[in-house]
């Protein structure tokens, strides 16, 4: 009796050793394995973490006609991306050698992040709604003049202290009553009571009314604030006189003359 028990006994301890260490061969077996797997020089394991510690380059010499690498999410959710890229502060996230256009890939769409996105979806939305940093707003253009005449014509607008693109345009002519024969007329364009443009034609007759030949006008270190735009008339002293010639500016304007400037301010960035 005291033969069997003792049999038995050494049997269970047996089994119970061999399934052990079948269990620490497993483990350490398919633990290395899977490691092995996922580094460097091996083939990646979908839906486990993979590391590298060097470049996985995907190349061919003829190449792909078509996407080189797809990646479909289909899942239901609202929150799902095809590709998550993830650096260091400071850090961009990607490169390319190419300065064509991406479809769909623009300011008027990443630009926008509902109240339903995360912290970093709005942070990266707002980055995409940015040329140089500058936030879409400050590339705004005014239009303080959309008048008729007579000139002068006084208006004010507001500059953040960058570079002011001024686009002016108008008509005039040259009146029988104000001047004796055909020639030069213009408008000066001023601002805070210094000039700054103008723009002008010529007419080979009187009361004939001419549309001036506009400028785009580059403004630069004009200080940041409230400014005034005036447009005026250039009549010169020797019109209507003996000592008028056709060089001289001679203009009137009156209401059927229309007058139109539009003020495009590009940040400055200074690097």
Same mark, same amino acid.
């Given at each position: ?34 490691? /092995?797997? &996922?580094?460097? =020089?091996?083939?990646?394991? $979908?839906?486990? %973490?993979?590391?590298? +510690?060097?470049? #996985?380059? *995907? @190349?061919? /010499?003829? &190449?792909?006609? =078509?996407?080189?690498?797809? $990646?479909?999410? %289909?899942?239901?959710? +609202?929150?799902? #991306?095809? *590709? @998550? ?13 190419? %300065? ?23 942070? %990266? ?147």
């Amino acid at each position: 009796m005291l033969r069997s028990t003792a049999s038995k006994v050494m049997w269970v301890g047996r089994a119970t050793v061999f399934l052990v260490g079948l269990a620490v061969i497993l483990a350490l077996t398919v633990g290395v394995a899977t490691t /092995a797997l &996922g580094a460097n =020089g091996q083939a990646w394991i $979908l839906g486990k %973490n993979n590391v590298a +510690t060097a470049i #996985t380059r *995907l @190349a061919g /010499a003829a &190449g792909v006609d =078509g996407p080189m690498l797809q $990646l479909i999410n %289909n899942d239901g959710g +609202t929150n799902d #991306t095809a *590709l @998550a890229l993830n650096v260091q502060a400071g850090e961009a996230p990607m490169k390319v050698n190419s %300065n064509a256009r991406v479809a769909n890939l623009n300011a008027a769409t990443a630009g926008r992040a509902d109240s339903a996105d995360s912290a970093d979806t709005a942070i %990266n939305a707002q980055n995409a709604d940015k040329l140089d940093g500058q936030d879409f707003s400050a590339f705004q253009a005014q239009g303080p003049v959309d008048a008729r005449g007579p000139l002068p014509i006084e208006r004010s607008f507001t500059s953040n202290g960058g570079i002011l693109l001024i686009s002016v345009s108008g008509s005039g002519f040259r009146s029988a009553a104000f001047a004796r024969m055909g020639g030069a007329i213009g408008v000066n364009v001023l601002i805070d009571g210094s000039p700054y443009d103008s723009m002008a034609i010529t007419t080979n007759a009187r009361d004939q009314r001419q549309a001036f030949v506009s400028n785009i006008n580059v403004i630069r270190m004009l200080p940041s604030g409230s400014h005034t735009l005036r447009l005026e008339a250039l009549y010169d002293a020797a019109c209507n006189t003996d000592a008028e010639r056709y060089y001289h500016y001679c203009t009137t304007t009156n209401d059927d003359d229309r007058f139109n400037v539009t003020v495009l301010e590009i940040p400055e960035t200074r690097r």
